[in-house]
């Protein structure tokens, strides 16, 4: 804390609200639920005025402790004056898995896979039927609705054989577990020297698949690397069920899929995003700002929010088959690395379904499936996910066509008409955003620090987004202040300002009056509570490969100017890799990256030289890496930062 603010209370520290008394229970003492119904209390009392049905069915619900009647309110009525305080309260709670309201959370994502390969299999008797009928009346869709569907996926697709040439370099883990790597302690290390587990279809074709691709040859010997380091090549049926935190009611059922399916599900998927962005323009990794846009829009365009229940475990594996029948390279292609089998809770059970989530693709499936869909009847549609939206004339026509194909809506998240549209992170009322609080936190942590500040701030975006950037609704302030008032020790020196995270409390530039940089720099010198991942140090083959597999893939010409770069060569000597040559200075032949050196590895089962920029290994000379662990943070510490410049928020008003 600087001088300047000991002299003379800076404004926002003043104490604005008289009857708020300051808490006499210290933070660690109080659960973080308790918390969260504290503030839930204090944004019921002073978002409502008295007499409101709504808030005082809520009040009675938190004063009783009963969660799931909070988790499960009414959905308020989009034609009161009073909706958007009232969409706050309801959405308080609904994703909140800490309080125990009496529900078998993995049992309900559980009966959830079981609904939707029931679904699925009606829908593959559905159409394997109909494939036998000419003409083919028992889809009740009309043909050229079919041949339209059909051809506008293998316009989108192209032909697969013409887009393999790099389909190698585009394999990658991905974040979480494999059936034969679990999450606890989860390393990119471990990822490499665990058991490498593939389907029996992709084992058989595993070597000349991997060999037949013309792709630039460092990556392919990485892929031989991955298999010189494994723990050995697992054959196994297909994925294994997991859940994952979902909200108060149901988990999240995903499929944890083997170690080698899951990297070419991913390069599949990554071809996939080719298309879509070449032959639509239409790129994934911005489509959901895109939509956003657009249901920002929705009431004065006539445009609707469609979303789909179960979606991942509603896609049939006949419906696929039968819409990508006009690409069947691309079919071959995704069901060579799809999982035909998924072991849940012991049993070996074979899909209905196409794919599930977790399966590295089926995100650009979906997409792929209900755009292709939704474009027969509005050729102006969005999808992103089994998000949809559309105009609102041609809705009913989407959703009939969706659900003869085993496609259920989502009733609560589907909005054909009215004042309120919700669709992508967005929830738009009247043309305004009313995107609510949410309480997410999934466990009682040991230092609720963290929780706190992300709690504070999140009600401070609130209170600043509900003013429309105008100040900040004063009507939240209490609620901040309490929340405040629950930070201890080095939580409270810590200040930020709007868009620098959440490892400080957001503030106004009076109430941190941080330091001016000295010596000609721009900007504000402040402190956060920074917490770390956990990291743990390995060294031997595995450390190496996974060295080299955190690096920055080739370009395309790499291989044509390979020659000009300097060369370090580093050589494997039992369990450290001692680098014997270090190149000087950067080379950056491409003009667009910079490249740290360049290395050659030899004494390898490989014919080929690798090509690579290698920054973690000057850093680490002896062969020592250090990898984060996924999920695991450090406790937080107090760190010195510098911001550009500060945001200011406004007062509360």
Request: aromatic share 10%.
């Amino acid at each position: 804390m600087s001088k300047q603010s000991k002299g003379k209370r800076p404004p926002g520290r003043q104490k604005t609200v008289g009857s708020e008394k300051p808490s006499t229970t210290s933070g660690p003492s109080r659960s973080l639920l308790d918390h969260e119904c504290e503030v839930a209390r204090r944004l019921a009392e002073d978002l409502l005025p008295d007499g409101n049905d709504y808030k005082a069915s809520f009040l009675v619900h938190l004063g009783r402790r009963d969660f799931k009647s909070l988790a499960s309110l009414p959905f308020p009525n989009t034609e009161h004056n009073s909706f958007p305080e009232e969409y706050a309260l309801y959405a308080l709670f609904r994703k909140n898995p800490k309080p125990d309201i009496g529900v078998d959370r993995v049992q309900a994502a559980y009966d959830s896979f079981f609904a939707g390969e029931l679904s699925c299999k009606g829908t593959n008797e559905l159409i394997r039927r109909a494939v036998a009928e000419k003409p083919q009346l028992s889809l009740a869709v009309h043909p050229r609705i079919i041949h339209g569907i059909q051809h506008f996926i293998s316009r989108v697709l192209g032909d697969v054989g013409k887009q393999l040439h790099d389909f190698q370099a585009l394999t990658r883990f991905g974040p979480g577990a494999t059936t034969h790597c679990t999450s606890k302690n989860l390393t990119l290390y471990k990822k490499l020297t665990s058991s490498q587990g593939m389907t029996p279809r992709l084992a058989a074709l595993y070597d000349p698949l991997v060999s037949s691709f013309d792709t630039f040859h460092g990556w392919n010997a990485l892929e031989y690397g991955v298999r010189g380091t494994c723990s050995g090549t697992v054959i196994t049926h297909g994925s294994k069920a997991a859940t994952a935190l979902k909200n108060a009611f149901t988990d999240r059922f995903i499929g944890s899929e083997p170690c080698v399916n899951m990297r070419h599900q991913l390069a599949a998927g990554a071809l996939m995003r080719r298309r879509f962005l070449s032959v639509l323009h239409m790129d994934l990794s911005t489509q959901a700002d895109k939509n956003r846009a657009l249901v920002r829009r929705a009431q004065r365009d006539g445009k609707c929010t469609i979303d789909l229940k179960n979606a991942s475990s509603s896609n049939a594996l006949m419906m696929v088959r039968f819409f990508l029948s006009r690409a069947p390279g691309w079919c071959h292609l995704l069901e060579l690395f799809r999982s035909p089998y998924m072991n849940v809770r012991g049993t070996w059970i074979e899909l209905e379904m196409f794919s599930s989530m977790g399966n590295g693709y089926t995100f650009e499936l979906e997409t792929l499936l209900y755009l292709s869909i939704a474009r027969q009847f509005d050729p102006d549609s969005q999808v992103f996910g089994d998000d949809i939206i559309c105009s609102q004339e041609s809705a009913a026509d989407v959703i009939r066509c969706l659900s003869v194909f085993g496609l259920e809506t989502n009733a609560t998240k589907t909005f054909l008409a009215g004042s309120f549209f919700e669709s992508c992170g967005v929830d738009v009322w009247r043309g305004l955003d009313v995107r609510p609080l949410f309480f997410k936190e999934e466990d009682e942590p040991e230092d609720q620090g963290p929780a706190l500040l992300r709690m504070a701030n999140a009600i401070r975006r609130f209170a600043h987004h509900r003013n429309r950037g105008y100040g900040c609704d004063t009507r939240l302030l209490r609620a901040w202040l309490y929340v405040k008032r629950q930070l201890r020790g080095k939580y409270q020196q810590s200040y930020i300002p709007l868009g620098y995270g959440d490892e400080g409390l957001l503030t106004n530039f009076d109430e941190a009056v941080p330091t001016k940089l000295r010596d000609g720099h721009e900007g504000f010198s402040t402190r956060i509570c920074h917490q770390r991942p956990v990291e743990r140090k390995f060294s031997g083959t595995g450390a190496m490969y996974a060295s080299l597999y955190l690096l920055e893939g080739p370009d395309e010409n790499w291989s044509t100017v390979s020659k000009s770069l300097r060369r370090v060569t580093m050589y494997f000597d039992g369990n450290a890799l001692v680098p014997h040559q270090r190149s000087s200075g950067s080379v950056d032949p491409l003009g667009r990256r910079k490249c740290t050196g360049i290395l050659a590895l030899d004494k390898l089962p490989i014919s080929n030289t690798l090509w690579f920029s290698t920054p973690k290994w000057d850093t680490a000379p002896d062969g020592v890496l250090a990898l984060p662990v996924r999920d695991r943070l450090e406790g937080a510490e107090l760190q010195t930062v510098s911001v550009q410049d500060w945001y200011d928020l406004g007062p509360w008003i």
